[in-house]
């Protein structure tokens, strides 16, 4: 062996080949110079469960799986008359293939997700890529058989006319009867459930089954909610999705759930999203939809139903808003807040009710006031995108509908606009993706990963967030380099409760780590938001910088006033990591914790400022945006919460 | 009409479903309103002109009235969206104009009062006893905007001018440059307010736009659905005068059945050219539309 090199690795790698492979071997036929030493075996087998490798017997979820629980694709109502990319295609897409864009561009993920949920609209659900298509029975009727020449014609002033046209059919009520008809949504179903189970490969991609239940009150009131199955198709083709044509009051929506879940045995999960679009229903703190009042009965069941919600998408970031949080100066993150999806305006009064921290915090008031909190939900991101491509990157954002695909006058297309109101798509947000704690890629896993909330939300980026909550985190357990061991060891993962406070803990503490994106941004800080309820019933918030870069302070009140810094070179659209930490890891315990008072804590990690979907726009498109137009942005990741119960 | 226009008006419906508004008209293109600013404007009884409070973010404050009436409304309590906010942070030039009627009982929202917009309301103010006794002259005084590059005027302009008489509209065809035309025509999402482009098309004497013109009538009419029935029909008979009412007459009145909103729209569009269009095409209007008031009967 003349590569001195070689030599060197053989002579390091067969001490521990013979640790490894001939442990039981050595005991029996001990001898010469092969024989381990029987007193250092002993002492290797006794580091316990966790034995040599620090890797061995987890039981707990070692990696976030990434995905997207809102997607839609020309099996939507909304989509089908001009997206041309099916569930298919939007499958091939989340998995990491190379699809072209119903304008032909093509399009591909900086990396592959591990899951997606596939949400087309259940009103309507497959009626117009079955028009396109040219289904037999649909064809009978004269109107959809125009509309099948139409939408297979290249006359695109006559295939908008003729969106206009169903959809305004669709609004007051005289689409052809086809539309709502229970069979023809059973038969589409069926298609559509059988797409998705042949893309699903457990341990490699997760594609659930799901839809989006879509109402509108008011109109125009967003109360929508995204349905994950648990289940298989065997067992999700037993009952009809349900539609607004049905119902649009949530409560009938949970009953129709447990019907499915009695008569199936299957398993359901809803998830709201976009109360900034709500003007003041989503988190409605004295009546429910119906107008009774709330009750303990139904805080359990929106929980027992409704775990999730989805805190940030294309149409706007719904974490918090300034006006509730004046000295979060994080808090103006991508908001859609000039009314409801009809744009009619907002009136003093609406905010409070449709950002995730208020609730949060109206959860521990209604808590008092119920016995049950129903607001005690984890935090997810969707894309709600209805290009059939899951594609929110920066840099990659392929926009809301295809009508928005990349183009160089997609940023001042009016996307909205009633009545003098208007949202321009510039405003679209390229957000988000979810990340979830799960202990494999399969449905099953995700799922219950999900049901117990350990998941967060990210704005794009794929960093890593671990949070946890116990009552005796040391500073010690920010220096380890597996904070999952200790997390679950110590405390208990985001979504859950604290355990019972022991007598002699002060105060809860929590172990938060952030590792970049591998391919994205350093980071600029952590921090825990906290949320409580006082004595005398009124609610309070106060955010605290645990872990900043760069070595900057944190002052006596918690926060460190210094920005991170700014290396966005926005002609060029590119940034550096000059600024910032890729991880960062902190203990920090409530300085202020009272054991009487309910509260809740989550993470918030931002990055460091990187350029906007929109300075890459400009730069590809050479072309200029006026200063209202951001260009730069700090994404985020938001945790679910972790609640302490008095 | 550019492809991938028009699939974005489509998509842009992705709100649709989601919101498919149940009473308005849609989301998928720019809606055309039934009011003007200015009607809004002479409609409102206070109107005041207003910027973030700062004592209280997120909320509007009067800063200058500029049309007191009568009763005295309650203050302004209006939410200020943080798009909105980061615009009045950029210029302080900037406010925005809102108006109180009895009638609502509310503020509200009128537009984003800006150096260009600022002289036009006040000209729609003084201008209020004199346009009601001449309402050609508003419509002239808004013609002047058509092709400013404030969309708050231009679109005003539009709104007012289409309002018009057809033969005084058509004064005014030349304001906007036919590229302006040909591109709003390209875009799907402005179909509820190609009616004007359609009308000042067909003044260009260009022969290319004419041929669009027969092309788009000839489409139409195998279609269900056509946004601008109408508009598109006055512009065929404005340009091939006799022969664009018999290509008309043999599409809808002597064809297939055609449904009543269909019927309705090419009876308005000969409407309009019997009572202000050519002399010499009346009686031939009056003839083709002859079956369809006996239909009526």
Redo the contacts between chains.
């Keep these: 062996m003349k590569n001195p090199s070689a030599l060197l690795r053989l002579l390091v790698s067969l001490p521990f080949a013979l640790c490894l492979c001939g442990l039981e071997a050595s005991s029996a036929e001990s001898g010469g110079d092969m024989t381990l030493d029987p007193a250092a075996l002993q002492e290797t087998r006794r580091l316990g469960p966790r034995s040599f490798s620090p890797y061995a017997n987890r039981e707990f979820p070692t990696r976030p799986y990434w995905g997207d629980q809102h997607l839609?694709t020309s099996w939507?109502?909304?989509?089908g008359?001009?997206?041309t990319l099916g569930v298919e295609e939007a499958l091939r897409f989340a998995r990491g293939e190379q699809v072209n864009s119903?304008?032909g561009v093509p399009a591909r993920l900086s990396r592959p997700l591990d899951w997606v949920v596939m949400t087309d609209?259940s009103?309507?659900m497959g009626f117009t890529s079955e028009i396109r298509a040219g289904n037999e029975d649909l064809m009978q009727e004269d109107?959809l058989k125009?509309?099948n020449?139409?939408m297979n014609g290249?006359?695109?002033?006559?295939?908008?006319?003729?969106?206009?046209?169903a959809?305004?059919r669709?609004?007051?009520g005289t689409l052809p009867e086809v539309a709502k008809d229970p069979d023809f949504l059973q038969s589409v179903w069926e298609k559509y459930t059988t797409i998705i189970e042949e893309y699903n490969e457990p341990g490699r991609f997760t594609a659930f089954i799901g839809y989006?239940w879509?109402p509108?009150p008011g109109?125009?009131n967003?109360m929508?909610r995204n349905l994950v199955y648990r289940d298989g198709k065997k067992v999700a083709d037993q009952v009809t999705p349900y539609t607004t044509f049905e119902s649009v009051d949530p409560e009938d929506l949970w009953k129709w759930m447990a019907n499915y879940e009695d008569k199936t045995g299957g398993s359901l999960l809803a998830i709201p999203h976009n109360g900034n679009l709500s003007n003041g229903l989503m988190f409605n703190t004295v009546e429910t939809y119906s107008g009774n009042p709330l009750t303990r009965e139904y805080a359990i069941n929106r929980m027992k139903y409704e775990p999730l919600y989805e805190v940030t998408q294309i149409?706007g970031d719904s974490e918090s808003?300034?006006?509730l949080s004046?000295n979060d100066e994080f808090a103006?993150y991508e908001?859609w807040?000039?009314g409801?999806?009809?744009l009619t305006?907002?009136?003093?009064g609406?905010?409070q009710h449709e950002y995730a921290r208020e609730a949060f915090k109206n959860g521990l008031m209604l808590e008092e006031k119920l016995g049950a909190n129903p607001f005690k939900f984890g935090l997810v991101a969707g894309s709600?995108?209805?290009?059939a491509l899951t594609a929110v990157e920066e840099d990659n954002f392929f926009g809301?509908?295809?009508?928005?695909?990349p183009?160089p006058?997609?940023w001042e297309?009016?996307?909205?606009?009633?009545?003098?109101?208007?949202i321009l798509g510039w405003?679209m947000a390229a957000a988000g993706y979810t990340a979830v704690w799960a202990t494999d890629n399969t449905r099953e896993a995700i799922w219950d990963a999900m049901k117990r909330k350990e998941v967060y939300a990210s704005t794009g980026p794929r960093m890593t967030v671990r949070f946890f909550g116990g009552w005796d985190f040391t500073q010690g357990d920010a220096g380890v380099r597996e904070p999952g061991w200790i997390g679950y060891d110590k405390g208990v993962p985001m979504g859950a409760d604290l355990e019972a406070k022991p007598k002699a803990a002060k105060a809860p503490s929590f172990l938060v780590a952030a590792l970049r994106d591998p391919i994205g941004a350093n980071l600029d800080r952590i921090q825990v938001i906290k949320g409580w309820l006082d004595k005398d019933g009124k609610t309070h918030e106060r955010i605290y910088d645990v872990a900043v870069s760069d070595g900057r302070m944190v002052g006596k009140d918690g926060r460190c006033k210094k920005p991170v810094g700014n290396t966005v070179d926005v002609p060029n659209a590119t940034w550096t990591n000059s600024i910032g930490d890729p991880e960062l890891i902190a203990v920090w315990e409530d300085p202020d914790f009272n054991s009487d008072e309910p509260a809740f804590y989550y993470a918030r990690v931002i990055e460091i400022p990187t350029p906007r979907w929109t300075a890459y726009e400009a730069k590809r498109f050479k072309i200029t945006m006026p200063?209202?137009v951001p260009m730069i942005t700090q994404e985020r990741a938001y945790t679910s919460p972790i609640w302490y119960n008095p | 009409?550019?492809?991938?226009?028009?699939?974005?008006?489509?998509?842009?419906?992705?709100?649709?479903?989601?919101?498919?508004?149940?009473?308005?008209?849609?989301?998928?293109?720019?809606?055309f309103?039934g009011e003007s600013?200015a009607d809004r404007i002479l409609a409102a009884e206070h109107l005041v002109l207003a910027r973030e409070n700062p004592d209280q973010?997120?909320?509007l404050q009067a800063i200058r009235t500029i049309r007191q009436g009568d009763p005295v409304p309650p203050p302004l309590?209006?939410?200020l969206?943080?798009?909105?906010r980061?615009?009045l942070s950029?210029d302080e030039d900037l406010s925005i104009l809102c108006e109180w009627s009895p009638g609502t009982g509310k503020w509200?929202?009128?537009?984003l009062n800006s150096r260009s917009l600022a002289p036009v309301v006040e000209a729609i103010l003084q201008n209020r006893e004199a346009w009601e006794v001449d309402p050609a002259a508003r419509v002239d005084y808004f013609a002047g905007y058509l092709a400013h590059e404030a969309s708050v005027l231009s679109d005003l302009a539009r709104i007012e001018v289409y309002r018009a008489p057809y033969d005084q509209l058509i004064r005014y065809a030349d304001r906007i440059p036919r590229e302006v035309l040909l591109e709003r025509l390209a875009n799907?999402?402005l179909?509820e307010w190609h009616g004007l482009d359609i009308l000042f098309l067909a003044r260009t004497g260009i022969p290319e736009d004419q041929e669009l013109i027969r092309e788009?009538v000839e489409?139409?009419a195998?279609?269900?659905?056509?946004?601008q029935r109408t508009a598109w029909a006055i512009a065929l008979i404005e340009i091939d005068g006799m022969a664009g009412i018999e290509r008309i007459s043999q599409l809808y009145l002597n064809g297939p059945d055609r449904s009543p909103e269909d019927i309705a729209a090419i009876r308005e569009a000969f409407r309009i050219h019997a009572e202000h269009g050519r002399p010499e095409l009346r009686d031939p209007i009056a003839n083709a539309i002859r079956p369809l008031e006996v239909g009526m009967r």
């Design positions: 839609h939507s109502f909304d989509a008359f001009v997206c119903t304008y609209h009103d309507s109107l125009k509309w020449q139409v290249d006359d695109f002033d006559a295939i908008v006319a003729t969106a206009m046209d959809i305004q669709q609004g007051n989006e879509t509108n109109p125009g967003n929508h149409k808003h300034p006006s004046p103006d908001l807040d000039k409801n999806l009809n305006p907002k009136e003093p609406m905010i709600d995108s209805h290009t809301k509908h295809s009508g928005v695909e183009s006058g997609r297309h009016v996307t909205l606009a009633f009545d003098g109101r208007e405003e200063d209202k | 009409m550019h492809r991938n226009s028009a699939i974005g008006v489509l998509l842009l419906a992705t709100f649709l479903l989601a919101s498919a508004p149940k009473s308005e008209a849609c989301q998928v293109c720019v809606p309103p600013l973010p997120f909320t309590e209006l939410f969206d943080s798009s909105t980061r615009q950029l509200r929202r009128l537009a799907p999402r179909m788009k489409n139409d195998r279609w269900p659905v056509a946004s």
